[in-house]
């Protein structure tokens, strides 16, 4: 087990704002700048909630696609 170490309100309201920071930017580049979200990475799911992969990625989605078929254990796709 990891012991927590409290955090103070002072360093919670940092790490708040610099979210709030970080996620602005994520909103203008996906909502003005038709940007894409890397995976796994912040901006999923508030700016990418319904995603459509054929639509974000359409010259390559397909592409994807096939390569998770190839590489994914038959077992793992039969779920």
Known sequence: MFATTP???ALARLAACAC???QEVIRIVRTECGGLLHWGKAGWPQWAA???GAREYPDTW???GCAVQARAP???RAR
């Open 50 to 52: 319904c995603f459509d």
């Open 7 to 9: 955090v103070s309100p």
């Open 20 to 22: 709030a920071g970080a």
């Open 62 to 64: 397909c592409h994807f």
């Open 74 to 76: 038959a077992a793992q």
